[in-house]
């Protein structure tokens, strides 16, 4: 019907191209100069051999970054600037407390990404997207469509970390589909019933810590990169 050929024309729009450009900025790998993104000195480094160690050292300073927020990438969750920014829990706080969370998920295991969250969550660390539930984000309109799910929001924020950002880096493995009509999260929300996903990330089913993302994480000591010999 009309509906269902409007969900799946919808545009996810794209992962990694966007998220490229932002990651190397956070790992120091590249910075803007004149309008123009240019590789550091770190960055040429990286380009001319792979090393686990200045890769992990990038990925730390990933972790650290709070400039910019991965739930800013769920677009139609509105109220994410201006006066709303304050109620938001630093960004940089937030990877760091999952950080130390992803630790009891096990390398080299294909979980789906619902198991994935409740290890997280298990593990006791803070990383709610709000310091408290103060009604700031919405869909559609504040006063029709307030977002006072505290568990959807967080669950949108790691899904967006987990593909646009860790997986872009390749220190998880994913399974992916169009995330068209899913609604895994906030599907009881007032306000989506123009909308065919909350998210791109919505689609994001299954994942797994590799051996790169152990190590450059802390979880291992060392990454011997081993080429995979295919089927």
Known sequence: DFKDDFFISADAGP???????????????????????????????????????????????????????????????????????????DPGLRKAALQEAMSALPPGDW???EDARRII???????????EDAGVLYFAELRYGVINDMGGLNSQFLRTLFLESFATLGL????????HSLW???????????LSFCGRCDGLLYVRLNS???YALGYADRHEFRADPGP
């Not at 991965?70 to 600037?81: A, D, M, P, T, Y």
């Not at 006791?124 to 709000?130: A, F, I, S």
């Open 15 to 89: 992962v990694r191209a966007h998220a490229w450009g932002v990651v190397v900025q956070q790992c120091g790998w590249a910075k803007p100069r004149s309008g123009v993104l240019m590789l550091t000195a770190d960055g040429q480094a990286m380009l001319r051999g792979f090393s686990p160690e200045a890769f992990r050292a990038g990925v730390m300073k990933f972790l650290g970054d709070g400039e910019f927020d991965e739930l800013h990438r769920v677009n139609h969750i509105r109220g994410q600037s201006g006066k709303g920014r304050r109620w938001l829990r």
């Open 111 to 113: 979980l789906a990404y």
């Open 121 to 131: 969550e298990a593990s006791g660390q803070e990383w709610d997207v709000l310091t």
């Open 172 to 179: 998880l493995d994913v399974g992916y589909v169009y995330p």
């Open 184 to 194: 895994p999260d906030l599907g009881d929300s007032w306000g989506i019933d123009d």
């Open 212 to 214: 790169l993302g152990a």
